[in-house]
T-cell receptor
Framework: SQTIHQWPATLVQPVGSPLSLECTVE??????LYWYRQAAGRGLQLLFY??????ISSEVPQNLSASRPQDRQFILSSKKLLLSDSGFYLC?????????FGSGTRLTVV | QKEVEQNSGPLSVPEGAIASLNCTYS??????FFWYRQYSGKSPELIMF????GDKEDGRFTAQLNKASQYVSLLIRDSQPSDSATYLC??????????FGTGTRLLVSP
């Protein structure tokens, strides 16, 4: 069966610090992978998606970046965090019926 | 830009009642529709999807699709306090991407 792992679960980072969030998928090959952000009390905003190794599409210009170094690994990064980067970050993969989400990372930038 | 609209709620229903959640979408060409449930602090989980006009039933959940009127509904029969959550509607928003509504918060009181 397919599973998706995301870590860490929570993160508190100072403004200006770097960020690296990792997502891995098991039990499938060549998945479409997605990073979403959910700000407090708001909807899901698609940040990046990837259809294969090294292939990244950005939906919203910002100080975040994404990389896909391996087939089942998707990484979200930032060189310098802003207060506005706080939120709930969700990785998802595109299965046969809709998305399956990871457990999410709650990022607080202080 | 495809849009999905939901009433933010909260929708309050007593235990045992039918909860009716609605979603409208802007793209008349949308073919598939998804309902996700998100408990507070958790990631969304897929509970229903529907492709055809009419009703689709799964246990206590019924999804209703009306393409002519561009709305999709989720009915929850015999609502339980454990159904209290935010329900997100989603439609395809381009190449294998989902666009999510902001969600309706459901509160089921004992």
């Amino acid at each position: 069966s397919q599973t998706i792992h995301q870590w860490p679960a929570t993160l508190v980072q100072p403004v200006g610090s770097p960020l690296s969030l990792e997502c891995t998928v098991e039990g499938t090959s060549n998945p479409n992978l997605y990073w979403y952000r959910q700000a407090a009390g708001r909807g899901l905003q698609l940040l990046f998606y990837s259809v294969g190794i090294g292939q990244i599409s950005s939906e919203v210009p910002q100080n975040l970046s994404a990389s896909r170094p391996q087939d089942r690994q998707f990484i979200l990064s930032s060189k310098k965090l802003l207060l506005s980067d706080s939120g709930f970050y969700l990785c998802a993969w595109d299965g046969d019926y809709g998305y399956t989400f990871g457990s999410g990372t709650r990022l607080t930038v202080v | 830009q495809k849009e999905v609209e939901q009433n933010s709620g909260p929708l309050s229903v007593p235990e045992g009642a039918i909860a009716s959640l609605n979603c409208t979408y802007s793209d008349r060409g949308s073919q598939s529709f998804f309902w996700y449930r998100q408990y507070s602090g958790k990631s969304p989980e897929l509970i229903m999807f529907i492709y055809s006009n009419g009703d689709k039933e799964d246990g206590r959940f019924t999804a209703q699709l009306n393409k002519a009127s561009q709305y999709v509904s989720l009915l929850i029969r015999d609502s339980q306090p454990s159904d209290s959550a935010t329900y997100l509607c989603a439609v395809p928003g381009g190449f294998q991407k989902l666009v999510f509504g902001t969600g309706t918060r459901l509160l089921v009181s004992p």
